[in-house]
């Protein structure tokens, strides 16, 4: 059974480059795609960035191209979202998860099927 855990998370400055990780036990995560979603308070969880890790093939959506990167190690057990140029509005729990398919949109999480339990990111002055 595929487990992930988040990490990276907790208070950071604007314009700071917090780094999150999702690390899987249990499986290896070649086989997957790897999503990284938010949920800010008051907002609906959307997902912002997936990697196919085998192709290492990636999808951001609108809100983190250009200032997200998501990466997966060499042993392809864990998948990183380096994130740059934070702002407030970038307060959330950020999630990752494992699936068969990256999302079309950020609303869309069909063929999730694995969800770590979040790491919340505090963007403040």
């Known amino acids: 059974q595929l487990q992930l855990v988040e990490s990276g998370g907790g208070a950071v400055q604007p314009g700071e480059s917090p780094r999150l990780s999702c690390g899987a036990s249990g499986v290896a995560l070649e086989s997957y795609a790897v999503v990284w979603l938010r949920q800010a308070p008051g907002k609906e969880r959307e997902a912002i960035s997936c990697?196919?890790?085998?192709?290492?093939?990636?999808w951001y959506a609108g809100s983190a191209r250009g200032r997200f990167t998501i990466s997966s190690d060499n042993d392809k057990t864990t998948v990183f979202l380096q994130m740059s140029s934070l702002r407030p509005e970038d307060t959330a729990t950020y999630y990752c998860?494992?699936?068969?398919?990256?999302?079309?949109?950020?609303?869309?999480?069909?063929?999730?099927?694995?969800w770590g339990k979040g790491t919340l990111v505090t963007v403040s002055s």
């Open positions: 998860a494992a699936g068969f398919r990256c999302p079309s949109y950020s609303g869309d999480t069909y063929g999730v099927e694995h």
């Open positions: 990697v196919r890790v085998r192709s290492n093939s990636a």
